[in-house]
């Protein structure tokens, strides 16, 4: 007997099934509700006290390994004295400071006259001031 052979393909082509539909995925249940408001007061500072605590440690030991590596931190201050004869120059800076006291005690010079002691104050101010910017003392 003669037999066939199905070495081509068949003219019709079989049937796919449908894909199927992804599962739908449904949302976790909400988390329960905490009872009050949510914990006291002194828990939440406690809290943030702990955290506080941690992060300077944590920052402690950052700081130690980066002196262990790099060498300790060592800070130098240094005091400038000025020469022993050197006088300090007065600027133009420390002049217009004193400008205010010096125009206020004239003004009330102008306006007292007679009755020095009630420019005392004016006087007083004018004096430190220039002390304090190296000024010349001449009114």
Do not use: W
């Amino acid at each position: 007997m003669a037999r066939r052979s199905s070495g081509g393909r068949s003219a019709r082509p079989a049937p796919r099934a449908p894909p199927r539909p992804a599962p739908v995925r449904q949302a976790p249940p909400p988390a329960p509700a905490q009872s009050g408001s949510g914990g006291s007061m002194l828990g939440g500072i406690g809290s943030t006290i702990a955290q506080g605590m941690a992060f300077g440690t944590g920052s402690a030991m950052a700081h130690r390994a980066v002196d262990s590596v790099m060498g300790p931190r060592t800070i130098q201050h240094e005091m400038v004295e000025p020469a022993a004869g050197a006088a300090p120059v007065p600027t133009a800076n420390s002049m217009d400071a004193c400008n205010i006291h010096s125009k206020a005690f004239q003004d009330c010079i102008n306006s007292y006259g007679s009755d020095i002691s009630k420019c005392q104050f004016y006087m007083d101010m004018l004096a430190e001031c220039r002390k304090n910017s190296g000024a010349p003392m001449s009114a």
